[in-house]
Structure formats: structure tokens, C-alpha cells
């Protein structure tokens, strides 16, 4: 059942300490809980979206610079802590809780060097102007220990207890920097497992991946993934078009099958994904993208098969995976590790993984098992270092 929202004039009460509740941003909203998470999801959404509308005006700047940035971390450095403290001022403010928990990618650390004021500067301007760009909070100028203590929010541990947020605020950085693919990636967990889900892709085409047809979506860009726990996978432009249900690749056969991975060769082994597609007689070539855009591009039915194999010694982040998981299993497909396991999220800020993390449909799921389980026995016996 959805929450049913009611304003008025009133105090807020923690229903816990019956202590008013407070937050930089003063509201007056009452909801009334039930055991969905739909005021959650609204305020992913928000909070997703402002976020994006950060990185682009700063992947914007970038790519009109002269300047060749491909070495220079410093805009994404910008836009990272900037995303990580708007979502965490958007989620605090949205939702007025007391026991709000995030689990993200960044500290302040470094931010608080005397070598780091400037890009302070920028970020704290970066925030504020957003902000008060969306029209929807009256508030004064942020300062920089504002900023900071947003973007530590983001410090929890997680674990199987309770409800926490989990935040990559640019997923793909490497992307970015390239003008290409690259996601907010927004979930939550309660008691240890994802129920809602947010993919806000700034420069992932509203139409179909690889479509040759003439389509009214072909030349835009951005697209807002959204699953909530039993409601499914929705889709719509970040600009604010109408949501529509969206649902993976049904087909049963692998030669028909397209697959996704990882663009960056270091973040996965093509060679043992040439291996598995082979197996499977998959004759399209793999479809390599940056981010968890992978995740909702295979959701609304792209391509059927997603694979990741890290390098030996890599740690999967929950960051990484949390709200892709959620899309794409709301839409109708399967997550899970290599040995077939669903994935865990309740361990912390770590995944533990059998070898590595498949994607695809209910039909060929079996399949697909068979052959990764075949192409790691295989490359381990001529390379027993694997």
C-alpha cells in the first residue's frame, strides 16, 4: 500500500525520543507510514536528479574547455563531492528522519587540506546554486562546513540492520571524463536487502541501444530509472516526462542474445567474457559502456546479458551494484555471482562474490551459469593463478 501524505501546520515528533525533529532545511509534512517506501522513492528520485543536473553543468564546462582534462581529476573531483552532498542534503530534507544513514563512496578528508579551499569553493557554489535553481527550498547560502558534514553523512558502514542509503554519486568516472556514459547510482537497504532503486544516466539515449529504426526518442539523452520492491522497474527522461513500465530481454535463445560489460578493460576480464559469449554461440559483439547505465540498459531490454569478472584481489562496493540490482530484478531479470548466489548486501560496504557478478533473464539464467562455470574452470586450469 502506498504512503498516504497529509500537510499541516504542525510539529514534526520522532516516535521514538518524541523530540522535534530538525534539519537544516525545515519542514512541515506529515506522512503517514505504511510498508511501502513510496515518500522514499520520490525522494531518491528528487535527489537523483538534482544530483545529475550537478554533473552535467560540470561535464558541460569540461568538455567545452580547451583544455585536455583526461588527466585532470579535478572536475570530477568537483562534481563527486558535489552529487554526494546534494543527495545527502535532498534525502535529510525530503525525509526528516533522525536516524539517517548513508553509505557512500567519499569523505571530507581530503577537502579539508589547505590545498583543497578552492575546490571547496567551487563545490559549496556548485551546491548552493543547484539548489536554489530547483526552486523547492528556501534556503540561505550553504557554507563550506555545511558541505563537509553532508558529504560525511556518507561515513556509515551499512550492515543487515535497520534502513541505509547507498550512494555512488558518480558512477563511471572515467566516462565522465569522457563526455560519455556514467551514472547516480541511489538505493536503500532495510534490514540488509535493496528495496528501492534509483539510476539517474545523464547521457544514455531514451531510445534503444544499437536501434537502426527511425524512433521519436533517437537524439535525446537522459534517462531516470526508478524500482521500488514488488512495483517494478519504471523509466522516463530526466527532464520529467511521464514514467513507463519497463521489463528485460525475453528471449530464450543465446544466439540471439546481446551482452553488456564493462567499457574499461581494467574494471573487467573480456577475455574470459569472449569465452563465455562463445559457449553460449552469442554472435553480437559485446556492447561496452561505462557505469551501472549497463544495468538499465539491460532492465527496459537493450541487451539480454550482463557480465563483470574483476581481476583477482578486486573488492565488488555495494555502492557498485545496489540500485542496478533492484532495476534490472524489478524488471524481470536475475542478479547474481558467478556461482549462481544472489548478491548480498548486508555485509557492509563490501560485496563478498563467488568470481564475479551475471545479469540476464529468468530463461536463460541456466544457461548462461553453465557456460561461465565451464569458461572459469577452463581458463583457471591454464592459468591456476585465477
Known amino acids: 500500500m502506498a504512503s498516504t501524505v497529509l500537510s499541516f501546520s504542525c510539529q514534526l515528533f520522532s516516535s521514538k525520543t518524541r523530540k522535534p525533529l530538525s534539519f537544516f532545511f525545515p519542514r512541515k509534512t506529515l506522512y503517514i507510514a505504511s510498508m511501502g517506501y513510496e515518500k522514499e522513492l520520490i525522494a531518491a528520485k528528487k535527489a537523483a536528479s538534482l544530483a545529475a543536473r550537478l554533473c552535467q553543468k560540470v561535464q558541460k564546462a569540461l568538455l567545452q574547455s580547451d583544455v585536455q582534462s583526461k588527466s585532470d581529476k579535478s572536475p570530477v573531483t568537483v562534481a563527486d563531492y558535489g552529487s554526494q552532498a546534494l543527495v545527502s542534503f535532498v534525502l535529510r530534507r525530503e525525509l526528516l528522519t533522525d536516524s539517517f544513514s548513508l553509505v557512500a563512496e567519499e569523505d571530507s578528508a581530503d577537502l579539508r587540506t589547505d590545498g583543497a579551499q578552492e575546490t571547496l569553493e567551487r563545490i559549496t557554489k556548485l551546491v548552493s546554486d543547484t539548489l536554489s535553481s530547483d526552486g523547492s527550498y528556501d534556503i540561505s547560502p550553504l557554507s563550506r562546513e555545511d558541505v563537509l558534514t553532508a558529504i560525511d553523512s556518507g561515513k556509515s558502514e551499512g550492515g543487515p540492520n535497520g534502513r541505509h542509503w547507498v550512494l555512488d554519486p558518480i558512477d563511471g568516472t572515467k566516462g565522465f571524463l569522457r563526455g560519455d556514459q556514467y551514472a547516480i547510482a541511489l538505493g536503500l537497504l532495510d534490514e540488509g536487502k535493496v528495496v528501492l532503486g534509483v539510476l539517474a544516466c545523464p547521457n544514455l539515449p531514451l531510445a534503444p541501444i544499437g536501434s537502426t529504426q527511425q524512433h521519436s526518442l533517437q537524439n535525446q539523452v537522459g534517462c531516470l530509472f526508478s524500482a521500488e520492491i514488488g512495483a517494478g522497474t519504471h523509466m522516463q527522461s530526466l527532464d520529467g516526462s511521464s514514467p513507463t513500465k519497463v521489463h528485460v530481454n525475453s528471449t530464450e535463445n543465446p544466439e540471439d542474445a546481446s551482452f553488456f560489460e564493462s567499457f574499461e578493460a581494467a574494471h573487467s576480464l573480456h577475455d574470459l567474457s569472449s569465452s563465455i559469449a562463445m559457449k553460449l554461440g552469442v554472435h553480437a559483439p559485446p556492447v561496452r559502456i561505462d557505469s551501472q547505465a549497463k544495468y538499465g540498459a539491460l532492465a527496459r531490454g537493450d541487451g539480454a546479458i550482463y557480465l563483470r569478472f574483476p581481476h583477482k584481489g578486486y573488492r565488488e562496493k555495494i555502492w557498485d551494484h545496489a540500485a542496478g540490482c533492484i532495476v534490472v530484478t524489478e524488471a524481470g531479470g536475475i ?51 585465477l
Do not use: C, H, W, Y
Request: net charge neutral; charged share 25%; aromatic share 4%.
Open 335 to 385: 542478479v547474481t555471482d558467478a556461482g549462481g548466489n544472489p548478491l548480498d548486501f548486508s555485509k557492509g560496504r563490501f560485496l563478498d562474490l563467488d568470481t564475479g557478478i551475471i545479469v540476464t533473464n529468468q530463461k536463460l539464467m541456466p544457461l548462461l551459469l553453465k557456460a561461465v562455470r565451464d569458461a572459469i574452470s577452463e581458463k583457471s586450469q591454464a592459468t591456476p593463478s
